[in-house]
């Protein structure tokens, strides 16, 4: 519990039943400072693979943890259902595979007291541990990148009062991509001010197969989302990396300008356009080659994704038009009233 002067804070941890979850707690647990006076684990498992959440709970937290059911409808969802469960000043979020500093909790207290009333967030450190023996791969690397983004759940505290006002997350964000930044530019909209604090939390790179950059490109579908809401230059009050979109749209482009062409019977232009497309994807798997360790293995996974992602980005670029068509651009009401989400069911008013 707090000492009646630290500001009362929960922590909610959403949740796909890692491993890495006991550490978790275990950190918490072991920690220095004023504990949370509750902990929220969502078990965001889809219902057809939620069993009992393998977790070892720390004796010192048994007593104010709780385990809600989120039922696989993505981390926005279950980060609000978290949220809503409890009445604390402060709801800070942590990811189930982070490991919060040995003084967390007392570096967390200090940075929310330092936060003025018109304060809606505080920021941690991330710190992100790669190879010394050698360069980072490519995962490891997008990994790294968490250690320099802005306002990322991975550990954000936020005044109950702002998550209030501006409805919580948005959950059609469905994946772990771009929820976090557009609740902060909700945030600051409604007249906040976000605040980086001192705390530390680390955040291992996860073990992960060769094709996690190719489910990554299902992201371009939020950023759709993100520019109906916000508009064309979120990216840079997000302090977001705008990426290679319109890279990967045009090596698309000539790779089926090239089978289109070859089915018409038109052989140079289709050279031509395959041409193009080899060195597209050339310069995008040498980009991606550089930076890193240079290995075989990793060669040959560039090689094969940098293949593939533009048409995948592509897709999944286009399938975010169709599923946003109708998002309305976010404006903090001033009247209560609610606005539609895509399929036309309301969500909380922004006031």
Do not use: K
Not at 153 to 169: I, K, W
Not at 243 to 263: E, I, N, Q, W, Y
Not at 323 to 345: C, E, K, L
Request: charged residues 20%; contains cysteine; positive net charge.
């Amino acid at each position: 519990m707090t000492n009646g002067t630290d500001p009362s804070y929960a922590v909610v941890i959403p949740t796909l039943g890692r491993p890495s979850l006991s550490v978790t707690l275990a950190a918490l647990a072991d920690a220095a400072g004023p504990a949370p006076e509750r902990v929220v684990l969502v078990d965001d498992r889809p219902l057809t693979d939620c069993g009992p959440l393998d977790v070892a709970v720390p004796p010192s937290l048994r007593d104010r943890t709780t385990v809600l059911a989120g039922c696989g409808n993505g981390p926005a969802a279950a980060r609000n259902t978290g949220w809503r469960s409890v009445g604390q000043e402060w709801v800070a979020f942590l990811d189930d595979d982070t490991v919060p500093g040995p003084t967390w909790p007392a570096d967390l207290a200090a940075d929310l007291a330092a936060c003025g009333p018109g304060t809606g967030g505080s920021q941690g450190t991330i710190v992100v541990p790669l190879p010394a023996d050698r360069r980072p791969t490519d995962w490891e690397r997008s990994t790294a990148g968490l250690a320099t983004a802005w306002w990322i759940t991975a550990d954000m505290a936020y005044r109950r009062a702002a998550l209030e006002q501006v409805g919580g997350f948005d959950e059609r964000f469905r994946r772990a991509f771009r929820e976090d930044a557009d609740l902060a530019l909700r945030v600051l909209d409604a007249g906040w001010q976000l605040t980086r604090g001192a705390r530390t939390t680390l955040h291992p790179v996860r073990p992960a197969d060769r094709w996690v950059s190719l489910r990554q490109q299902a992201g371009n579908a939020d950023d759709v989302l993100m520019n109906r809401l916000h508009g064309r230059h979120w990216w840079h009050r997000a302090g977001a990396a705008r990426g290679r979109l319109p890279r990967h749209l045009a090596v698309t482009g000539c790779l089926a300008g090239a089978v289109v062409a070859g089915l018409a019977g038109r052989p140079r232009a289709a050279l031509a356009l395959a041409g193009l497309w080899l060195a597209g994807s050339g310069e995008f798997a040498l980009a991606r080659i550089a930076p890193g360790p240079r290995l075989a293995g990793e060669v040959r996974t560039m090689l094969l994704t940098s293949a593939v992602i533009p048409p995948a980005a592509g897709y999944h670029w286009a399938a975010g038009l169709l599923r946003h068509r109708r998002a309305a651009p976010w404006r903090p009401a001033q009247d209560g009233s609610q606005s539609p989400t895509d399929d036309g069911r309301p969500v909380p008013a922004h006031r």
